[in-house]
């Protein structure tokens, strides 16, 4: 098998990140026989495409794949791997249960003997949904964007939806916060001075933070960071660490497959959790003043239909006439596929999209008002879109309809992978 390398489609251009991957798979590579996702866990956070990139290079200079790399390589692409661009991390990242248990364990040794042990989780609600179950004698409380979601899934623990990059309602102090926000540092810093002004003094504060291989600047995010907490009064614990596994989650499985990535890859992502004593006082706390554009905003709302999420940006105003009724597709992709063969905010035409659907689908629409309409009929109705009853109606429905079941074969695949 021909072994292809374009470095014009490696993720990351910085010299110094591609070689520190090149040394860091040169060393964990063990030869014949890689379990992939066993291989992908050990590496620190390098992203599944990156990986292989490096391997066809170094494979390249020195031959590294060995005489098993051509089933090695249709193990992963059934086709020489196609173009892919970086992927900053997304939301919606759920821990697996193995990190699960790692944290509630961890929990049950640092607040052994309390009377009534309390833990805020801001950002991950597989925590407070295992806690609720596993430490029914705990107050649990979820911070969360989406946290009404969780109702039938919970017994007694307190469920808050709020956007935790704005002022959020009192809250009672907890002994314990959990946090994973985004792997942005200006939204971390949102979440850090959420946690910090309800973590009690002397409490702790369990960050998940992205692996130096997650992107180029991700060392330099770190230490930027701990530089912010130290002054801001949180003392990090740097021997006591907990490594944090997470599910791939259903828009980057199918995006890597757009990308031509075939490997079953369940659960590769990883962070570690860093550990910090909350050490505030009145004249050393966290402040963070944010002027960086907001990840949710109220331009883009959210339907859910048969488990499927579909955001549209905000229109504004419903349009004259009857949009989308006559002339091109209701719906148009803004690439050339529905489906982006990359995560990255930052990927072409991404911009352009005012339809996103739980599957990484990216259309541009031509009438979001009416789409909108639409959705809320299919969502109250928990079944398949309302055909309007505006002219050219139906044609529009079908198009939604095509991309309703789409996503739910597409999740129905999903989930069988992850989790048969």
Known sequence: MKWRFDSQVLCESDPIFVRRLDECVRSFWTGD???WESFLRRLPGYYP???WQSLSRLN???GVLGIAGASVARQIFPEPFPNSLEHPLDYEWRFTQESIRDILDFLTQEIAGFKQPSVACLGCPSIVVAGDEIRPSWSWSLLDRRADLLK???????LMACDLTKPISTHPLVDI???DPPWYNHLTKHFMVKAQSIVKP???????FPLEGTRSSASKELAELLNWCKEGGLELNPSNKIQLHYKTPFFESTSLKAAGFSARIPAWRSAEVLIFRNRVSDDCRL??????PRLFTTEWNEFIIQGIKFSVKNSGRKKDGKQGCSGGAFLSPVWREAILPSVSTNFVGRARANLVTSGNRFFECSDPYLLAEMLLAGQNRDGGINISTNAGGERNARELNSVLQSEINDRTTYLKEMYD
Request: without cysteine; charged residues 15%.
């Open 202 to 208: 002397g409490g702790l504060i369990l960050l998940s």
């Open 49 to 51: 495409l990156d990986v």
């Open 33 to 35: 026989h890689e379990n």
């Open 60 to 62: 390249l200079e020195s």
């Open 152 to 158: 039938s899934q919970i017994n007694s623990a307190h």
């Open 177 to 179: 916060a959990v946090v």
């Open 287 to 292: 402040t963070y003043n944010d002027d960086t």
